[in-house]
């Protein structure tokens, strides 16, 4: 089974990635990848940088040992936004605090 975030509990914590520029200019991103999510600080944050909402979108990691673990599913991340999620969002993540350190993950395309 997976944790589900719905929808009104992602909005709240969702913010608009290119309010001013100053903020635009301080973005990085690949046209490759254009959702990233960071673990740090026992934080998830995740960017899309898509001009479109994304729907029931599966997280999920390969750990240093190449274990798949599976987070869980977002109901809609918006467009062009950042979500800043506790790490207590998803049980498997919690389990997980051992064996993750503070480095970057993308989802799959």
């Not at 990848?33 to 960017?47: A, D, N, Q, R």
């Not at 274990?67 to 999620?85: A, D, F, M, R």
């Not at 998803?90 to 064996?99: G, M, V, W």
Request: proline letters at 6%; charged letters at 20%.
């Amino acid at each position: 089974t997976y944790n589900y975030l719905p929808t009104d509990s992602v909005l709240k914590r969702a913010a608009n990635l290119f309010t001013n520029a100053e903020a635009i200019s301080k973005l990085k991103f690949s046209s490759l990848s254009p959702i990233k999510v960071l673990y740090i600080g026992g934080k998830l944050t995740i960017e899309n940088f898509l001009p479109y909402n994304l729907n029931n979108v599966k997280l999920s990691f390969t750990d240093a040992q190449g274990n798949v673990i599976n987070l869980g599913v977002i109901e809609t991340i918006p467009k062009h936004s950042k979500i800043v999620l506790p790490g207590e969002a998803f049980d498997s993540l919690k389990e997980a605090f051992d064996k993750i350190g503070p480095y970057t993950f993308f989802l799959p395309k």
